[in-house]
């Protein structure tokens, strides 16, 4: 929903033009829920006095699912979410917790739900799941060939000089499960990422990370030998863990649906943690 302010007003009676039929407490929870945005821009506080001319807008109610799992979209063929960081993907031989999978499989029975990537556990952000055969095959198929898009913003250790590049080398992992790079084409497999710094500090930078590959780890290795750890990162490298979280966010998957072929773009925005030791520019 969205209302043009015809003159100056207060934020609560311009949403009570907008939904004349809600009360002031629906009103002001919508605030509450971050669901109201002035120009684009979240607002917290309902007490806010509108110019004339500005555009307010209401988001639809978040879907939240099992262990605070957001629906980001869904249709009768996949569904996208956005993890939240802490949340296991999938069950492994090591670890059987709750996981996303098991949540959205508790919540969609007795329809299928099919694995088709995975986020590190600490990782949070966007992922797809699909709910038959067809689709798993034809979404693999295109994370198998590259052709989707896959972009993550990181807080990274130290001020990047360089404004963007390309981080490229062969990975392989341990007995003990850590990935390291090595020379050896015919031994690692390899991975390709390409960065852009957003913002920049003398401690911590933002980086915006596109997969040009998806190899386990791919992005908290590349940043740890480019000398700009993950923060929160103990396993690669990191110093310290200021915001008690690994700060790698997926935030974007765009690809073509592989049975309506139309192109499917979803976004998680970057947590809002995160600006709390790089402002927003």
């Known amino acids: 929903m969205k209302y043009i302010t015809p003159a100056p007003l207060p934020l609560l009676e311009a949403l009570a033009q907008l939904s004349p039929q809600s009360s002031k407490n629906t009103l002001r929870s919508w605030i509450k829920e971050g669901r109201v945005s002035i120009e684009g821009v979240l607002v917290k506080n309902a007490n806010v006095q509108l110019l004339e001319g500005q555009e307010v807008s209401v988001a639809q109610r978040k879907k939240i699912v099992g ?29 059987k917790g709750e996981t996303a999978h098991a949540l959205l499989k508790a919540h969609y029975r007795p329809r299928k739900v099919f694995v088709v990537h995975r986020l590190d556990q600490d990782t949070s952000g966007v992922m797809v799941f699909a709910f038959n055969q067809k689709t798993h095959e034809g979404l693999k198929e295109l994370f198998e060939a590259h052709d989707i898009k896959r972009s993550y913003t ?5 001020q990047m000089l360089s404004p963007a590049g ?42 915006e990370l ?40 997926a935030h974007l998957l765009s690809f073509k649906h592989p049975i309506s072929r139309k192109e499917i773009r979803v976004e998680s925005p970057v947590p809002e943690e995160f600006y709390r030791l790089v402002p927003k520019s």
């Open 166 to 207: 390309t981080w490229q080398s062969h990975l392989y992992e341990d007995s003990q499960y850590f990935v390291h790079e090595t020379q050896d084409e015919t031994f690692g497999r390899l991975a390709i990422t390409h960065y852009r710094t957003l913002q920049t500090l003398k401690r911590y930078s933002l980086l």
């Open 210 to 249: 596109t997969l040009e590959t998806g190899r386990k780890n791919q992005i908290r290795v590349h940043c740890q030998t480019a000398g700009h750890p993950v923060v929160g990162d103990k396993k690669y490298g990191a110093h310290a863990n200021p915001l008690k979280r690994l700060c790698l966010h």
């Open 154 to 158: 990181a807080l990274v250790e130290g």
């Open 67 to 95: 262990n605070g799992i957001e629906i980001l979209y869904e249709d009768s063929d996949l569904v996208l979410i956005n993890k939240p960081s802490g949340l296991l993907s999938v069950s492994t031989a090591f670890e």
